[in-house]
């Protein structure tokens, strides 16, 4: 019943310190996104994978990197943390891909909480 | 490009009153619409979808109707309970998009009095 987790679910940095936060889901599930969430914007999507070994670029992706190198698991990663990176990070996954068929179901973690001092 | 603006927040509401929350679009074609709720320290989660005009979606008892003349899928309630308070995003899906790419609303928080 694990779904999608995040780790971690709260970080402290100083400005110009990396990091990185994993997202894994036992779905067995193709696509993957990370999405930030910020007060009276919604969500934002970063950036999202099709399937292991490919990543692509979102809304908002300037200052972050991602990787996919096992289906399961999809990382972000901030090389140089900014405060305008303090944020509350979600990663969903899905197949088919949301809303293609219809479906337009996203499952998410429950978030990583993320503070840029 | 597509879009979706739903009414701000935040909504207080007594137990037991009918809720609306409102949400617009804007897309070319036919997008499929959908309600998300997140409960406080949670993740998102689907509430219901409609994936063409007309279509009712519901669940829980909340129920949200696809109208494409009015470019609209507003989410009712006939009478909120105090488990209802959470943050809810209506969200649309536009084939031919980022693959699969949903596009959100900005949420409106719901609070609910006993």
């Known amino acids: 019943n694990a779904g999608v987790t995040q780790t971690p679910k709260f970080r402290v940095l100083k400005t110009g310190q990396s990091m990185t936060l994993l997202c894994a889901q036992d779905m067995n599930h193709e696509y993957m996104y990370w999405y930030r969430q910020d007060p009276g914007m919604g969500l934002r999507l970063i950036h999202y994978?099709?399937?292991?070994?490919?990543?692509a670029k979102g809304e908002v992706p300037d200052g972050y990197n991602v990787s996919r190198l096992k289906k399961q698991n999809f990382l972000l990663g901030l090389e140089s943390a900014a405060p305008s990176q303090t944020s509350v990070y979600f990663c969903?996954?899905?197949?088919?891909?949301?809303?293609?068929?219809?479906?337009?179901?996203?499952?998410f973690g429950e978030g990583s909480r993320l503070t840029v001092l | 490009g597509d879009s979706v603006t739903q009414m701000e927040g935040p909504v207080t509401l007594s137990e037991e009153a009918f809720l609306t929350i409102n949400c617009t679009y804007t897309?070319?074609?036919?997008?499929?619409l959908f309600w998300y709720v997140q409960y406080p320290g949670e993740g998102l989660q689907l509430l219901l979808k409609a994936t063409k005009a007309d279509d009712k979606g519901s669940n829980k008892g909340f129920e949200a109707t696809y109208r494409k003349e009015t470019t609209s899928f507003h989410l009712e309630k006939g009478s909120v309970q105090v488990s209802d308070s959470a943050v809810y995003f209506c969200a649309l899906s536009n084939y031919g998009g980022s693959q699969g790419n949903l596009i959100f609303g900005k949420g409106t928080k719901l609070s609910v009095k006993p």
């Open positions: 994978s099709v399937g292991e070994g490919t990543t």
């Open positions: 969903a996954s899905s197949y088919p891909p949301a809303g293609v068929y219809g479906t337009g179901e996203l499952f």
């Open positions: 897309a070319t074609g036919y997008p499929s």
